[in-house]
């Protein structure tokens, strides 16, 4: 059937190829169902049933229920009950309630309550829970990551050991086996280092001794003397109120012989218990503390030269 205006039935139109340039429409004709092989309107396909075993081509294409086995292709597609199909291409917006099928291809907006697809969903842009993804895929071992105002992109994961400059802004905490780097490093913020720092060939670390008791000298800290030619301890000792900070400072010629001075504090209340002495023994430059009685605390930040 081949018309210029509206068409208007009392029961079902059907044919291997339907061409209309009105409009088609539940109101205009009064029946419950349009099928064929072919469908094409210039103007509106709409009502309670509309079902095609082949496709359907239009300007907009609304109802209850669309049913296709081949493809619906349009520049708009409204309804209020479900879209299904092996295969929906529409150049503008569907709006509706539900959306399902193997294949859906939209170049416009896709909106409703619920949008499911056995297949994959493919879409110049994506928004999903207030976020907006990516439009470009990222390198390998690139991470997903938020500017904290809903925008999702992908950037490279920080590595170490890295070579370059790095700035750092907020706090930096390294856990494993260590820090590596080559270059310059400008942070604002603050450190956080659990193990030792090295700067070229000198060393920096913190050890402790919380138990220093009257039986035997007891190590406080300790570094490889073949490392190092110098050592600078700085210490705090502590028993209840009694407290000394200062500094042990140490030199050694690699044979054993050991040249150390003490610069301290006054004291506050009395630590004249506490002793320092430095040594090599087995390898390591050691700061020993000798006390007169039990349960002395020694802190001690170690520079290795």
């Keep these: 059937m081949d018309a210029s205006g509206a ?28 099928s064929g092989t072919s469908l094409e309107v210039a103007g509106l396909v709409s009502g309670s049933s509309v079902s095609v075993t082949g496709n359907i081509a239009g300007a907009a294409i609304s109802g209850n229920s669309v049913s296709v086995t081949g493809n619906i292709d349009g520049a ?74 809903g925008n999702l992109f992908f950037q490279a994961d920080a590595t170490f050991p890295f070579t370059g400059d790095a700035q750092v802004s907020g706090s930096l905490i390294v856990s494993g086996s260590g820090l590596t780097i080559d270059g310059v490093m400008e942070h604002t913020g603050s450190y956080s280092v659990n193990g030792d720092i090295n700067i070229k060939d ?14 035997s000298p007891e190590v406080i800290a300790s570094l490889a003397a073949a490392d190092f030619d110098a050592m600078f301890f700085d210490f705090v000792v502590k028993k209840g109120t009694a407290l000394r900070a200062g500094t042990v400072f140490a030199v050694h010629d690699g044979s054993g012989t050991v040249r150390f001075n003490e610069v301290t ?11 320092f002495t430095v040594e090599v023994n087995g390898g390591n430059m050691e700061l020993k503390a000798t006390v007169a009685s039990d349960d002395w605390t020694v802190k001690s930040l170690v520079r290795g030269l």
């Design 7 to 34: 068409s208007n039935a009392g029961g079902q139109l059907s044919g291997s190829a339907l061409a209309v340039t009105g409009a088609i429409s539940g109101t205009t004709i009064s029946g419950t169902s349009i």
């Design 76 to 149: 708009a597609l409204n309804m209020s009950g479900q879209l299904s199909g092996s295969s929906v291409s529409v150049t503008g917006p569907i709006s509706g309630t539900t959306f399902s099928g193997n294949s859906l291809a939209v170049t416009g907006v896709v909106s409703g309550s619920s949008a499911e697809l056995s297949g994959a969903v493919t879409a110049s842009s994506a928004q999903l829970g207030g976020l907006t993804y990516s439009t470009s895929d990222g390198s390998a071992g690139h991470l997903l990551k938020t500017d904290g105002s």
């Design 202 to 215: 000198a060393n920096i670390s913190y050890q402790e001794n919380l138990d220093v008791d009257s039986a």
């Design 265 to 275: 504090t006054a004291d506050h209340g009395d630590t004249s218990d506490v002793a």
